[in-house]
């Protein structure tokens, strides 16, 4: 159907089109892998949904899968992230239906993500590229309460829980299975596997591995080492002072900033403040990150020790309730709060929003002041959601051909071993071999040449001429 997609404004598709050429420039492994794996078609007629950030970079990788020989439903795994003319480029070339703007409420949101997982004949898709998780969670949900339906006869019911976002997945569960009480599992008996993107994801689908709820296969992309060691720390380290730059223009040097976390994306966003020439302090419950954030030169405190005298906070851990509304009550006038973790449960919202006598100033899209009724402000950035994304374009092209590229070679993976014992209802991650690959793809473009093993330093050291040349828990 020519109107199978929804994007804000077709006119912005030229536009895309031109950051679109200049993207692939930039991401010599997706270029790459459609030479090698173009001519084949490994995946014709793979009916791929995705749910990832609406970027130019995606639009990238979605018409690698479609010279792949996928057909592909799209949206974006975060209300504020797509950039309309990435959207717009993809849908007037016809290589995917998006169904993704900038701003959508959390109802679009949900509606885009049904919409991306509804063929025009009424079926589902075989593969999922996922990202946080939202599409797989969806499924397993829906399953989850068809099952109870046809126990008991109970419809799922928003009133049963108080977070705004599972009320809208409750909502739409309850009118799916009222149209049909087996679509979600319909559904899910037709996908063969899930690669996913992103740390909370990953840890998503650990659990349901661990609880034995998992459906299908999925491949952890996040922790090949080409992603997390890459996008996560350097993407982070390039995007987080974009984002904070182009909502607020403040002067960074000079500034206390204290990034919450020092995981691979907190190395990153820290090690941005430090060179911008912020004083940066970290706060951490690891004792190791904590350690290594000490050897880096960065205080480690608690957060209720600084929070009065900070001026940026960020959030990067994963994890929810960290920053809350009553730390927010004490911090200094126009303190800027912002997270950079996939989630919006990081930075209490809720909490801030229903604060007594709070005063909410709308400063302009995805920027906030939050003003307490002592006079004091908060600055708060993509009302808590990834800031990178909601306030600038997330990360630069080239480390998201890194990621990407695993994307690629995780959905080929799993797609060539459908009808062999190789994959179980378990998470994977791909081998060694095929993660220095990736790397390899990009070392040309940055004018990089490798040395290589003399036969005699390969039996020396018992690692093939050719690699892979570190073990499996060797931590880079």
């Known amino acids: 159907a020519m109107t199978d997609y929804k994007v804000k404004d077709m006119s912005l598709a030229e536009f895309g089109r031109k950051e679109l050429d200049i993207a692939e420039i930039e991401m010599p492994g997706l270029m790459s892998a459609r030479k090698e794996f ?9 009916k791929i949904v995705g749910s990832l950030h609406m970027t130019i970079q995606t639009a990238v990788l979605i018409e690698t899968l479609y010279e792949l020989g996928a057909d ?41 993500t049904l919409q991306a997982l509804t063929w025009p004949d009424g079926s589902g898709p075989q593969m999922i590229v996922d990202d946080g998780g939202d599409v797989t969670l969806l499924i397993h949900e829906g399953v989850k309460r068809e099952k ?19 009320k809208v997945i409750l909502g739409l569960l309850k009118e799916t299975i009222q149209k049909d009480p087996k679509r979600w599992q319909n559904v899910a008996a037709q996908i063969v596997g899930v690669s996913e993107e992103t740390t909370t994801g990953v840890h998503r ?31 982070c380290k390039h995007s987080l002072p974009d984002g904070i730059m182009r909502a607020t223009d403040v002067m960074i040097a000079g500034k206390t ?8 994306v907190g190395k990153g966003c820290a090690a941005a403040m430090k060179s911008a020439g912020a004083r940066t302090i970290v706060t951490e419950i690891d004792p190791i990150c904590a350690l290594q954030a000490c050897m880096e030169g960065f205080q480690v405190a608690p957060l209720e020790d600084v929070v009065s005298t900070a001026d940026i906070f960020v959030t990067t851990t994963g994890n929810k309730s960290i920053i809350m509304a009553d730390h927010m009550s004490k911090m200094k006038n126009n303190a800027i709060v912002g997270n950079i973790g ?5 930075i209490d919202m809720a909490g801030l929003t229903k604060f007594p006598g709070v005063v909410r100033q709308n400063i302009k899209p995805q920027c906030d002041r939050f003003v307490f009724p002592d006079g ?41 071993n459908k009808d062999t014992s190789k994959f179980g209802k378990k998470v994977y991650i791909l081998p060694k071999k095929l993660d220095e690959k990736v790397a ?30 570190k073990g499996e828990n060797y931590r880079y």
């Open 38 to 46: 173009g001519p084949s078609k490994p995946l014709k007629g793979v």
């Open 72 to 112: 592909i439903r799209w949206c974006s795994c975060n209300i504020f992230s797509t950039q309309d003319h990435a959207a717009s480029a993809v849908v007037a070339k016809k290589t995917a239906a998006v169904f993704a703007w900038k701003g959508e409420t959390l109802e679009e949101y949900w509606w885009c």
């Open 148 to 166: 109870e339906f046809a126990a008991t006869g109970k419809l799922p019911d928003p009133a049963e829980t108080d977070n705004e976002e599972f």
């Open 205 to 235: 689908l650990y659990e349901m591995e661990k609880s034995g709820s998992l459906l299908f296969t999925a491949i952890n992309v996040n922790d090949s080492c080409t992603k997390s060691k890459f996008d996560n720390l350097y993407g």
């Open 257 to 264: 900033a204290v990034i919450c976390g020092y995981g691979d």
């Open 342 to 346: 996939h989630f919006d449960n990081e």
């Open 376 to 416: 004091h402000g908060v600055i708060i950035l993509a009302e808590g959601r990834l800031l990178n994304l909601g306030c600038a374009t997330g990360h630069p092209s080239f480390v998201m051909s890194c990621s990407f590229t695993n994307q690629v070679l995780a959905q080929l993976e799993i797609w060539a």
């Open 440 to 469: 390899a793809l990009h070392l040309g473009h940055l004018g990089a040449k490798l040395t290589k093993l003399t036969e005699e330093q390969s039996k020396y050291l018992g690692i093939p001429v050719e690699g892979p040349f």
